[in-house]
């Protein structure tokens, strides 16, 4: 079975290297809300998610599952990744970011025949 770990770490990589020029005096809420939905029933989801530019793990054991943060007045994006090694084929995630309770964006991704379940979603504000 490969190795979800290296997935988030590429998912992680490609969420840290976002640009957020374009964004800059951007205004509106700074509550965030990361979550992740979804018919998986295996054991637990690694979560690698950004909170004001720092990188912070998780484990989901239950779904659905949520973290809300207050983002910093010089923090103009969020993203986070979620991965599993045991989902049962055709089992589906929903990651969703919410800014200021209305939906920002979201990625559903689908376990593949050897049960790997792999999403990432990010967005700026």
């Known amino acids: 079975m490969k190795n979800p770990f290296v ?4 998912a992680f990589m490609a969420l840290t290297s976002c640009s957020s020029d374009d964004d800059k005096g951007s205004t509106g809420s700074r509550e965030i809300k990361y979550e992740i939905t ?4 295996g054991a ?26 207050t983002a910093a007045a010089d923090t103009h994006g969020a993203g986070f990744s979620a991965g599993a090694g045991d ?13 200021g309770g209305k939906l920002k964006k979201s990625q559903e991704a689908t376990a593949t025949s050897d049960g790997m379940l ?6 700026t504000f």
């Open 118 to 123: 792999i999403a990432n979603v990010t967005t």
């Open 44 to 69: 637990k989801i690694d979560v690698t998610y950004t909170e004001n530019g720092g990188a912070t793990t998780a484990e989901a054991t239950k779904l659905p599952w949520t973290k809300t943060f």
């Open 87 to 99: 989902a049962k084929p055709g089992e589906k995630i929903t990651l969703s970011i919410y800014q």
């Open 38 to 41: 979804g018919n998986y029933s």
């Open 7 to 10: 997935y988030l770490l590429i």
